[in-house]
Nanobody, 126 residues
Framework: QVQFEESGGGLVQPGGSLRLSCTIH????????IAWFRQAPGKEREGVSCFSVADGNIYYADSVKGRFTMSKDNDKYTVYLQMTNLNADDTAVYYC???????????????????WGQGTQVTVSS
């Protein structure tokens, strides 16, 4: 059984910043990937960033490189997504997900993940 605690979403003006957090509880010993996804209204769910548990590498979607930073707390199963210079295109529900595998070239595919958080809304608007 896996449970998620997601928080940090909200309304922010263009150019602003937010930090999302996701704490994962339960059987985490066999996960190899922890990822952030987002889904805007009328659009497909897309990968934002992914943490490879085996080697600590972090991968980002091109659309957020240089603006978003993913990190993981070493003491607990908590990941963060620091988002800066936000714009309207970043408006979406953001989800935390974990998977039993890791794919360096396919990490952004939602069907590869096994458990999902409930999501937190991020709205960028003036």
């Amino acid at each position: 059984q896996v449970q998620f605690e997601e928080s940090g979403g909200g309304l922010v003006q263009p150019g602003g910043s937010l930090r999302l957090s996701c704490t994962i509880h339960g059987s985490t010993a066999h996960f190899y990937s922890i990822a952030w996804f987002r889904q805007a209204p009328g659009k497909e769910r897309e990968g934002v960033s992914c943490f490879s548990v085996a080697d600590g590498n972090i991968y980002y979607a091109d659309s957020v490189k240089g603006r978003f930073t993913m990190s993981k707390d070493n003491d607990k199963y908590t990941v963060y997504l620091q988002m800066t210079n936000l714009n309207a295109d970043d408006t979406a529900v953001y989800y935390c997900a974990v998977g039993y595998g890791f794919w360096a070239t396919g990490w952004g595919r939602p069907h590869l993940y096994d458990y999902w958080g409930q999501g937190t809304q991020v709205t960028v608007s003036s």
